[in-house]
Nanobody, 113 residues
Framework: QVVLVESGGGLVQPGGSLRLSCEVSGPLFTAVDVGWFRQAPGKQREWVAMITRRDTAHYPDSVKGRFTISRDNARSTAYLQMDNLKPEDAAVYYC???????WGQGTHVTVSP
């Protein structure tokens, strides 16, 4: 059984930073690729970062240079460092283990003055 627990969201001012965490239980963490997604009210869920089992990171242009994904295999945890946050980054953020159709509860990020 795969369980994903996201945390670290909150309220931040534009230009601020947050670090999200995703603790993964179930699969062998070192054998999976992990991604972060987000969904704003009224919008479709969109991909924001991915890190492969070989520690290679990928980002869409919308967050490249501002977001950094990382992983700690010893803790079975993936992280998303978000810097220079903009109001349009506000959303519920979810992590996902590729190959499993399971989502966690998400963590809310609000970007407002």
């Amino acid at each position: 059984q795969v369980v994903l627990v996201e945390s670290g969201g909150g309220l931040v001012q534009p230009g601020g930073s947050l670090r999200l965490s995703c603790e993964v239980s179930g699969p062998l963490f070192t054998a999976v690729d992990v991604g972060w997604f987000r969904q704003a009210p009224g919008k479709q869920r969109e991909w924001v970062a991915m890190i492969t089992r070989r520690d290679t990171a990928h980002y869409p242009d919308s967050v490249k240079g501002r977001f950094t994904i990382s992983r700690d295999n010893a803790r079975s945890t993936a992280y998303l460092q978000m810097d220079n946050l903009k109001p349009e980054d506000a959303a519920v953020y979810y992590c996902k283990v590729y190959g499993y159709n399971i989502w966690g509860q998400g963590t809310h990020v609000t970007v407002s003055p």
